[in-house]
């Protein structure tokens, strides 16, 4: 998890992504944009599949708990 916050901060640093910036267009949206939304949906999925792998949390199985 760790990995992956170190990773997006560093694609979402400001010299990093003016390298998108130009005035190339993916279907009319600029690449710049269409950029941060790319890492953005990465890094969802990437936590997503982070979270699956992690063991289930005992007091949500009602196993153990204080009352």
């Known amino acids: 998890m760790l990995v ?3 990773g997006g ?4 640093f400001p010299p990093l992504v003016l390298l998108f ?6 279907f009319g949206v600029p690449q710049i ?3 941060l939304f790319a890492i953005w949906v ?3 999925i990437g936590t997503a599949l ?3 792998r992690l063991p289930r ?3 949500q199985d009602g196993t153990e708990g204080d009352g």
């Open 9 to 12: 901060g560093l694609l979402f």
């Open 21 to 26: 910036n130009h005035e190339l267009t993916v």
């Open 33 to 35: 944009v269409v950029y």
């Open 57 to 59: 949390d005992a007091t």
């Open 4 to 6: 992956l916050t170190i």
């Open 42 to 44: 990465l890094l969802i």
């Open 50 to 52: 982070l979270t699956r």
